[in-house]
Structure formats: C-alpha cells, structure tokens
C-alpha cells in the first residue's frame, strides 16, 4: 500500500534563504506526483506535476524533483519571502490512479 | 489550467440542515472530485462525481449523506445532508485534466452549530 510522508511538518526560515521540502512515498510504481500550496482555510494551488517519466520540473523560483527508485522527491524554493508561507502538500498517483496525499510541510518565512 | 469556482465559500448552518455546495469549471473536465479537509488534517477524498450516472463513493461516505450530482461537463454539487457539528470542514472541488494533473476550487469552509 503506497504511504506518502512529508519531513519536516513545519519548518521557519528567515526571508531571503533557499530551502528544500522534502516527500517520501514507499513503492516506486507510481504515475506522477504533484505539488500544491494551500493557504489558511483556502483551496489548494497547483504549484508542479512531475510524471512518472520525468526527474524535474521548474516554475519561477520552484524546482521539484523526482527520485522514483529512491521514492522521494523535493520541493526547492529559491530566495525564499514571506509570501510563500503557507502548507505545501505533495500527492501520488499511484499506477490504479488513486491519488495518495502527504500530510503537508507547514512553512513560515519571517521577515 | 482549470479555474474552478466554488460557492458558498462558507457557511454556518444549523444541526439537522442540509447544504449544497456548487462547483464550477471554466473548462469541460473529465473527472471531477470532492474532497473534505477537517480542521488541522490533510484532504480525504469523499468522491468521484460521474457525469450522467452515480457518484463513485470512497469507504465511509455514503449517498445518502453526501448526495453528488454531476449534469454535464463543467458542474457538480455536493450536499452534505442531515447536518452535524462533525461535518464542520472545507470541502474541496477538484478536477482532472491534461495529463493527470489536478486542480482545486477555493473551497467551501462549513461551521455547523
């Protein structure tokens, strides 16, 4: 049964620095993974889809990578400001197309 | 991309009501979902809304509870039935398109009394 874990649950970091979320899943057969943002008491924000087939995906100042054999992949945010506060959720699909989610990073930026 | 629109974005209700959660997609879609997000956890996926036929429930929701429909393309609704302070939650419209990915409304964030 695929388990997705997301380390740290939250995570403060001063304004201007790089920093790396990361999100394990335990069996490689998966279909993609994608990266959200939610804000409080909102809905969530596509931020990257990496497929199966893919090892990165970039968007401004975000790269998500993908590791299938190793079952992790990461978020990096480069130059970090306090508008990127928020929690960051990844979710698999797995290869039956169930989409298994993380339980999030919760991410603060101080200025 | 898909902009989904969902409406009330919130609601206080009272226990024993019932309320309906519209959602709308700029673009015809070909799966649509309805996710809840209780107070601190992550999303738990209530169901696939099918156009023209019968939800698809996932373990522990019922149609009785969560009535589903889903006319055409670009719109469902979800109602949560029978109101309880436990149903107190977001719930969340999401839609699949283009090579899997995923996209979600604003949610409606539901206080019951």
């Known amino acids: 049964k695929q388990e997705v874990t997301q380390i740290p649950a939250a995570l403060s970091v001063p304004e201007g620095e790089n920093l790396v979320l990361n999100c394990s899943f335990t069996d490689s057969a998966i279909y993609n993974l994608q990266w959200f943002r939610q804000d409080p008491g909102k809905g969530l924000t596509s931020l990257l889809l990496i497929q199966s087939s893919q090892r990165e995906q970039t968007s401004g100042r975000l790269n998500a990578s993908l590791d299938k054999s190793s079952g992790r992949s990461t978020l990096y945010i480069a130059a970090s400001q306090p508008g990127d506060s928020a929690t960051y959720l990844c979710a698999v699909k797995d290869s039956n197309y169930q989409l298994i989610w993380g339980a999030g990073t919760k991410l603060i930026i101080k200025p | 991309s898909a902009v989904i629109s969902q409406k009330p974005s919130r609601d206080i209700c009272q226990r024993g009501t019932s309320l309906t959660i519209q959602c709308q997609v700029d673009?015809?879609?070909?799966?649509m979902f309805w996710y809840r997000q209780q107070p601190g956890q992550s999303l738990t996926l209530i169901a696939t809304?099918?156009?023209?036929?019968?939800?698809?429930?996932e373990s522990g929701f019922v149609i009785d509870k969560f009535p589903i429909s889903r006319p055409n393309l670009t719109f469902s609704t979800l109602t949560v039935s029978n109101m309880s302070p436990e149903d107190s939650s977001i719930y969340l419209c999401s839609a699949g398109v283009r090579a899997g990915e995923l996209f979600f409304g604003e949610g409606s964030r539901l206080t019951v009394l």
């Open positions: 673009s015809q879609v070909t799966m």
């Open positions: 809304a099918n156009q023209g036929s019968e939800a698809t429930y």
